[in-house]
């Protein structure tokens, strides 16, 4: 439980443990649900706050919100109770029979493993309201201002994506690593690109610098080529690599920008719907843009990432959407809440290093 307060201060700590203490005694149990029962609000002081919460939903999600439509979500029942996720990277051993009887004997193949571990951390951003400004809203009959909510809310989605495609870091930018030795990227929780939460344990960078700069526009009927053939070379990397799709071309907003310029002089043709037309992996080439990717532009910065979209290259880890959980100050004077999710990005590579992320440099 240590992880889910660390951000909050001794003084918010204190009424939060007595909250705690209640939910234990009145349900017997310590869940989102028997601290969201505690609230000292009305109940339609609550509806409004947990409706801007819902109004809000996936905004500030691109990347996050595209890979839960592709349905790749790993769910985590009782979530509070998860520290950590483990699984397993399984070499490959032996091969299929063909055989005309099925009583044949089989092969006794041995694998060997990598036991790989993902820290369950919490996320979230603490607001609070005064008793006097809450009991004038309920003597005048005016609605609750739940602009800071959606604020709050706004700002944990941001750290969401932020995470999935940067990997997870800590307040002052460094990695976020839960225990193991320094050097390793064991307990970490890595994101799409080789910065912040590093890459996963053991993966191989798929990387080159651009044949054209995706971060401004260039000469209309070259760059549009010239952005195509990168990202065929990308699939080209990728299926290489045994990722054979299908793919999601994730760009930041210059290229975002960029890619909707023609394609060609005397054409209708945009360049992104020349790079949608691309047909590969079992289906189109998807686009998302994201502006928690780098802008690229500067040498070496990333301006694209092509990211086969299976579970076993990312997926997320849903335990508890963006939930407001309420407790009041040991006076009583003040109500506090804080916007909790535990959504955790997993990055993973296969037991060969092969990394279905292929990022484009700026050259």
Same mark, same amino acid.
């Given at each position: 439980?240590?992880?889910?307060f660390r951000a909050m201060s001794k003084s918010e700590l204190a009424p939060l443990h007595g909250a705690m203490l209640r939910a234990l005694n009145?349900?017997? @149990?310590?869940?989102?649900?028997?601290? +969201?029962?505690?609230?000292?609000?009305?109940?339609?002081?609550?509806?409004?706050?947990?409706?801007?919460?819902?109004?809000?939903?996936?905004?500030?999600?691109?990347?996050?919100?595209?890979?839960?439509?592709?349905?790749?979500?790993?769910?985590?029942?009782?979530?509070?109770?998860?520290?950590?996720?483990?699984?397993?990277?399984?070499?490959?051993?032996?091969?299929?029979?063909?055989?005309?009887?099925?009583?044949? +004997?089989? @092969?006794?193949q041995a694998l060997d493993r990598k036991h790989q571990r993902l820290p369950i951390y919490c996320t979230m951003e603490g607001f609070s309201l005064d008793i006097r400004t809450l009991k004038m809203s309920e003597r005048i009959g005016a609605p609750l201002d739940v602009s800071i909510v959606k604020?709050?809310?706004? %700002?944990?989605? @941001?750290?969401?994506?932020?995470?999935?495609?940067?990997?997870?870091?800590?307040?002052?930018?460094?990695? =976020?690593?839960?225990?193991?030795?320094? *050097?390793?990227?064991?307990?970490?929780?890595?994101?799409?690109?080789?910065?912040?939460?590093?890459?996963?344990?053991?993966?191989?960078?798929?990387?080159?610098?651009?044949?054209?700069?995706?971060?401004?526009?260039?000469?209309?009927? *070259?760059?549009?080529?010239?952005?195509?053939?990168?990202?065929?070379?990308?699939?080209?990397?990728?299926?290489?690599?045994?990722?054979?799709?299908?793919?999601?071309?994730?760009?930041? *907003?210059?290229?975002?920008?960029?890619?909707?310029?023609?394609?060609?002089?005397?054409?209708?043709?945009?360049? +992104?719907? %020349?790079? @949608?037309?691309?047909? *590969?992996?079992?289906?189109?080439?998807?686009?998302?843009?994201?502006? +928690?990717?780098?802008?690229?532009?500067?040498?070496?910065?990333?301006? =694209?990432?092509?990211?086969?979209?299976?579970?076993?290259?990312?997926?997320?880890?849903?335990?508890?959407?963006?939930?407001?959980?309420?407790?009041?100050?040991?006076?009583? =004077?003040?109500?506090?809440?804080?916007?909790?999710?535990?959504?955790?990005?997993?990055?993973?590579?296969?037991?060969?290093?092969?990394?279905?992320?292929?990022?484009?440099?700026?050259?």
């Amino acid at each position: 439980m240590e992880s889910i307060f660390r951000a909050m201060s001794k003084s918010e700590l204190a009424p939060l443990h007595g909250a705690m203490l209640r939910a234990l005694n009145e349900h017997g @149990e310590l869940s989102i649900p028997a601290l +969201r029962a505690l609230s000292p609000l009305s109940d339609k002081a609550q509806v409004l706050v947990d409706r801007a919460v819902v109004e809000v939903g996936l905004e500030r999600l691109q990347f996050v919100a595209d890979v839960m439509a592709d349905g790749l979500v790993y769910g985590l029942p009782d979530p509070l109770s998860v520290t950590q996720l483990e699984w397993d990277q399984e070499s490959k051993a032996g091969g299929a029979m063909r055989t005309m009887s099925p009583a044949a +004997r089989q @092969e006794n193949q041995a694998l060997d493993r990598k036991h790989q571990r993902l820290p369950i951390y919490c996320t979230m951003e603490g607001f609070s309201l005064d008793i006097r400004t809450l009991k004038m809203s309920e003597r005048i009959g005016a609605p609750l201002d739940v602009s800071i909510v959606k604020q709050a809310t706004r %700002r944990v989605n @941001e750290a969401i994506e932020d995470a999935a495609i940067n990997g997870t870091t800590t307040n002052d930018g460094s990695t =976020f690593q839960v225990s193991g030795p320094t *050097t390793s990227t064991l307990y970490t929780c890595p994101g799409l690109l080789n910065n912040g939460g590093g890459l996963p344990s053991g993966a191989v960078v798929n990387s080159a610098n651009n044949s054209t700069d995706w971060s401004t526009s260039g000469t209309v009927g *070259t760059q549009g080529p010239a952005m195509v053939a990168d990202v065929l070379s990308a699939i080209l990397s990728l299926q290489q690599a045994r990722k054979f799709g299908p793919y999601r071309l994730i760009l930041g *907003t210059k290229a975002g920008v960029v890619i909707n310029n023609d394609f060609k002089v005397y054409s209708s043709d945009t360049i +992104r719907q %020349r790079l @949608e037309d691309i047909d *590969t992996g079992g289906g189109k080439l998807q686009i998302t843009i994201a502006d +928690r990717m780098p802008d690229g532009g500067t040498t070496g910065q990333v301006q =694209f990432a092509l990211v086969q979209m299976t579970n076993d290259v990312v997926e997320m880890v849903n335990g508890q959407p963006p939930t407001v959980i309420p407790w009041t100050s040991l006076d009583g =004077f003040t109500l506090h809440w804080v916007v909790l999710a535990i959504m955790i990005q997993r990055v993973r590579c296969d037991y060969n290093g092969n990394f279905g992320v292929y990022t484009g440099l700026h050259s």
